[in-house]
């Protein structure tokens, strides 16, 4: 991130015992924007997911576009009146020395507003050639203060690491 610039670092997390959920909580209301830069690693068979205030209502509605093996297979999902937004790829198969560290990185305009949805952009890539974008709706006026990252059936690994950035008003 820029130094000394837009981006002002809220919180840091990185993981010392592998984790259901990891959760950024007490977020300030003191900025126009949010990104949080993630390197997750999670076991195989489980994919990640967002949740923001703890909503597990069915309030989150998601589109999603991604390719496997470099682009060589494309494809299209989404889901609405979902109880979170899934954001992640699916781990298949990881490599056993640590060097699979899929980078993410999440955008979340309007946050602190309290008269409009939430728009919640996410992009992913992977060293196996999977990349991933999603457009979420948080439908809730609700300032975000809290951002949950989960794993369905499964963790996120040790050494796991996500910052939170605020992006001041330009």
Same mark, same amino acid.
């Given at each position: ?7 002002? =670092? ?17 977020? =300030?209301?003191?900025? /126009? ?21 703890? *909503? ?29 937004? *899934?954001?992640? =790829? ?11 560290? =899929? ?18 952009? /996410? ?8 990349? *991933? ?38």
């Amino acid at each position: 991130m820029p130094a000394g610039g837009t981006y002002e =670092p809220i919180a840091t997390v990185t993981l010392g015992a592998s984790a259901s959920v990891i959760e950024l909580t007490s977020i =300030p209301s003191t900025y /126009t924007d949010l990104v949080l830069i993630a390197n997750l690693q999670n076991t195989v068979g489980s994919a990640e997911f967002l949740r923001v205030n703890g *909503d597990t209502g069915s309030n989150y509605s998601w589109t999603r576009l991604y390719s496997y093996g470099s682009g060589a297979s494309t494809s299209s999902n989404r889901g609405t009146s979902q109880t979170s937004i *899934d954001w992640g =790829p699916v781990a298949v198969s990881l490599p056993t020395s640590g060097d699979y560290w =899929p980078f993410g990185i999440i955008q979340i305009s309007n946050y602190s507003n309290t008269t409009t949805y939430k728009t919640i952009l /996410t992009k992913w890539g992977d060293t196996n050639g999977e990349n *991933d974008v999603t457009v979420g709706t948080w439908r809730s006026t609700s300032a975000i203060t809290s951002i949950s990252i989960f794993c369905s059936g499964g963790n996120v690994r040790v050494g796991s690491n996500m910052t939170l950035y605020g992006i001041k008003a330009a």
